[in-house]
């Protein structure tokens, strides 16, 4: 994904982290335009309920790309109700082979309680390794202070919570006005 979701814009850390029976989700506030923060309380995490069943979704790029591959998901989510690894394998699928949603710039982690992913433009759907993953300008600070936190006894959203934190404090495109959520496994 390029780090630029349009013309100089930047921004948005999302880390998602399984621990303890939870999946927890969260994501900065924060869309800037080169040097300039235009918002600070952007909502880049979401609740999906596709007849009935939660999913929760983290996004960072584009805004208008990711809420059209949100829906995409959503609709694969109400053909195949329960199943989000075959559901982000199909929109994985079609992200890269569809001519239009190649054009997408965005990435998503995806959860159920059970499972989490990211899915990507280059038709990956990744399994984190260590129960971690994030994504964005600030990404790669949150998974290092993610994946240092998972070794303590703090629940998967103080883990979430401190890694934002962490990047917030590094990554001049990320700030502190989260959006959490948790969804049981």
């Not at 990435?107 to 899915?119: E, F």
């Amino acid at each position: 994904m390029a780090e630029h979701a349009g013309p100089g814009w930047h921004g948005t850390t999302i880390i998602g982290v399984r621990k303890g029976g939870k999946v927890v989700i969260a994501g900065d506030g924060q869309v800037s335009l080169g040097q300039t923060v235009i918002k600070g309380t952007a909502r880049k995490v979401r609740r999906l309920s596709p007849g009935g069943y939660d999913v929760v979704a983290g996004f960072a790029g584009s805004t208008a790309d990711a809420f059209t591959l949100l829906e995409r998901l959503e609709a694969k989510l109400e053909a195949t109700p329960g199943q989000l690894k075959r559901a982000s394998v199909e929109l994985a699928k079609d992200w890269r082979t569809d001519k239009y949603l190649q054009k997408l710039e965005a990435m998503l982690i995806v959860s159920d309680g059970n499972a989490l992913y990211v899915i990507t433009g280059a038709g990956d759907v990744l399994e984190p390794e260590h129960d971690v993953t994030a994504i964005g300008s600030g990404g790669n600070y949150a998974l290092a202070a993610g994946r240092a936190l998972m070794e303590s006894d703090l629940d998967a959203e103080t883990v979430a919570r401190r890694a934002m934190a962490i990047a917030a404090d590094i990554c001049v495109y990320t700030n502190g006005s989260l959006t959490v959520e948790t969804i049981d496994g």
